[in-house]
């Protein structure tokens, strides 16, 4: 056969190798699914404002959309109710119950419900007294709550951490993830046990080993500037939490606020393309009963999907802090000879209406295999070419936008002979179409 290509023997070293997750046997790919928090938030007020409150009615009908819309047959499985579903007492066994006006049927049923659409749910609770909307927290009830999980038949749980003293979750987190474990369901453990100690250092050695993904930065707001925030605390990296993402365990940078109101088209675009180049969890919160047909069609991109279920499960990682142009780097599949192809994403943070044109060679960005790559736009598929890593790419980056290129490793040299690699010509050059030249434009 020659030279073959490589992948289930590379993917199981890849899959094994590193630190271990957490061994529930699920979240291998990064969760896919729909939230109610951003969007819908804590409405209650099911008598004023029927359709947007959160209720039963809510989750039925964002479950059917689910279906209908396609966002199941594109991997986007799980339903989550996020704050505000209990009663704010509990039952007089002490176990936690719904509010009975907002959820008359019962959790079970809805439970039913969506799983009968072939959906899986998700369920929030707080690792407090309280949760972040004043309802009964899990202190002083979890193995409780874990078995009325089980019971409701819950496939996913989000543990938030308001009305707790963080230096508790070092214990408390495992804990309550060890009763989800002993009820021998498989249930998704979403944690938020880093989001309460930011700046402390938090150790995600032990977070990785005992949580499927967990949040570790401010919440989302509908805003470009929230976005932008989070893309570059990733960027930024000071915990070092990247190298952590892996088979089972994976960094929550929140929320897809596409389709709602604060990002452009451009934006959504890039939310979109990040998100899946840090191998982020794919929850949506948006109202998928009117979400306008051009965002829809970016969260249901299947090349972008594709990206962020790669099998190796690699963050991307910042490789270039521009001006105006930041430039992300992750390893996927297909491998040959122990190379691996790359998706390149490229940020533009620049604001003032004209696309910014960039050129570079693929050797600046570490791009060296010798038999060259094949060149894809990531969100339309188109090939773009083929390149060996001294050749020039040229491409265009709208203002707060992104292009997103997928270099797939070719198995057999093209054209030429290979030549030696020449790795010292590094960045981007960056070209500013319609400048006039003002001081202020900079």
Same mark, same amino acid.
């Given at each position: 056969?020659? =030279?073959? @290509?490589?992948?289930?023997?590379?993917?199981?070293?890849?899959?094994?190798?590193?630190?271990?997750?957490?061994?529930?046997?699920?979240?291998?790919?990064?969760?896919?699914? @729909?939230?109610? @928090?951003?969007?819908?938030?804590?409405?209650?007020?099911?008598?004023?404002?029927?359709?947007?409150?959160?209720?039963?009615?809510?989750?039925?009908?964002?479950?059917?959309?689910?279906?209908?819309?396609?966002?199941?047959?594109?991997?986007?499985?799980?339903?989550?109710?996020?704050?505000?579903?209990?009663?704010?007492?509990?039952?007089?066994?002490?176990?936690? =119950?719904?509010?009975?006006?907002?959820?008359?049927?019962?959790?079970?049923?809805?439970?039913?419900?969506?799983?009968?659409?072939?959906?899986?749910?998700?369920?929030?609770?707080?690792?407090?007294?309280?949760?972040?909307?004043?309802?009964?927290?899990?202190?002083?009830?979890?193995?409780?709550?874990?078995?009325?999980?089980?019971?409701?038949? *819950?496939?996913?749980?989000?543990?938030?951490?308001?009305?707790?003293?963080?230096?508790?979750?070092?214990?408390?987190?495992?804990?309550?993830?060890?009763?989800?474990?002993?009820?021998?369901?498989?249930?998704?453990?979403?944690?938020?046990?880093?989001?309460?100690?930011?700046?402390?250092?938090?150790?995600?050695?032990?977070?990785?080993?005992?949580?499927?993904?967990?949040?570790?930065?401010?919440?989302?707001?509908?805003?470009?500037?929230?976005?932008?925030?989070?893309?570059?605390?990733?960027?930024?990296?000071?915990?070092?939490?990247?190298?952590?993402?892996?088979?089972?365990?994976?960094?929550?940078?929140?929320?897809?606020?596409?389709?709602?109101?604060?990002?452009?088209?451009?934006?959504?675009?890039?939310?979109?393309?990040? @998100?899946?180049?840090?191998?982020?969890?794919?929850?949506?919160?948006?109202?998928?009963?009117?979400?306008?047909?051009?965002?829809?069609?970016?969260?249901?991109?299947?090349?972008?999907?594709?990206?962020?279920?790669?099998?190796?499960?690699?963050?991307?990682?910042?490789?270039?802090?521009?001006?105006?142009?930041? *430039?992300?780097?992750?390893?996927?599949?297909?491998?040959?000879?122990?190379?691996?192809?790359?998706?390149?994403?490229?940020?533009?943070?620049?604001?003032?209406?004209?696309?910014?044109?960039?050129?570079?060679?693929?050797?600046?960005?570490?791009?060296?295999?010798?038999?060259?790559?094949?060149?894809?736009?990531?969100?339309?598929?188109?090939?773009?070419?083929?390149?060996?890593?001294?050749?020039?790419?040229?491409?265009?980056?709208?203002?707060?936008?992104?292009?997103?290129?997928?270099?797939?490793?070719?198995?057999?040299?093209?054209?030429?002979?290979?030549?030696? *690699?020449?790795?010292?010509?590094?960045?981007?050059?960056?070209?500013?179409?319609?400048?006039?030249?003002?001081?202020?434009?900079?």
């Amino acid at each position: 056969m020659g =030279q073959n @290509w490589v992948f289930v023997v590379t993917l199981v070293c890849l899959c094994t190798c590193g630190v271990s997750g957490l061994e529930n046997g699920v979240a291998r790919t990064p969760p896919m699914g @729909w939230l109610s @928090w951003e969007r819908f938030r804590c409405n209650t007020d099911c008598d004023n404002d029927p359709e947007f409150c959160i209720s039963e009615r809510l989750f039925k009908e964002m479950a059917d959309m689910m279906v209908v819309g396609g966002y199941l047959e594109a991997g986007y499985d799980t339903i989550i109710i996020d704050d505000c579903w209990p009663d704010h007492k509990r039952s007089a066994d002490g176990k936690l =119950q719904p509010d009975p006006k907002r959820f008359a049927s019962g959790i079970p049923a809805l439970s039913d419900y969506i799983h009968k659409l072939g959906l899986k749910f998700g369920i929030y609770e707080d690792y407090g007294n309280f949760t972040c909307g004043g309802y009964p927290g899990i202190l002083g009830h979890m193995e409780t709550d874990a078995n009325t999980f089980a019971e409701w038949e *819950v496939d996913y749980v989000k543990l938030d951490g308001c009305y707790s003293e963080p230096s508790t979750m070092e214990t408390g987190y495992p804990e309550f993830g060890r009763y989800l474990n002993e009820t021998k369901r498989p249930m998704v453990y979403s944690c938020s046990w880093p989001a309460y100690q930011i700046g402390e250092n938090p150790n995600y050695g032990s977070i990785s080993e005992h949580c499927n993904l967990w949040r570790n930065f401010d919440d989302i707001t509908d805003s470009w500037d929230s976005v932008l925030s989070i893309i570059d605390y990733y960027g930024d990296d000071k915990d070092g939490f990247a190298k952590f993402a892996a088979p089972g365990q994976w960094n929550d940078p929140d929320m897809l606020i596409i389709g709602n109101y604060g990002l452009s088209l451009d934006q959504s675009k890039a939310q979109m393309g990040m @998100w899946c180049m840090f191998a982020s969890p794919l929850i949506m919160s948006a109202d998928l009963r009117s979400i306008r047909p051009e965002f829809k069609e970016i969260m249901l991109n299947r090349n972008l999907i594709k990206l962020n279920q790669d099998p190796m499960g690699v963050q991307a990682r910042r490789i270039i802090k521009g001006n105006t142009i930041d *430039v992300y780097s992750r390893p996927v599949m297909p491998l040959y000879n122990g190379k691996t192809s790359v998706a390149v994403a490229f940020l533009n943070r620049w604001n003032e209406g004209t696309p910014l044109k960039i050129k570079f060679t693929l050797q600046a960005l570490g791009l060296d295999h010798p038999g060259g790559y094949q060149a894809f736009d990531v969100f339309t598929g188109k090939k773009l070419g083929s390149f060996k890593p001294a050749d020039t790419f040229s491409g265009a980056v709208n203002p707060t936008g992104i292009l997103l290129v997928r270099f797939n490793v070719m198995a057999k040299s093209f054209g030429q002979e290979a030549a030696e *690699v020449d790795s010292s010509d590094e960045g981007i050059d960056v070209t500013y179409p319609g400048l006039s030249g003002w001081k202020t434009e900079f």
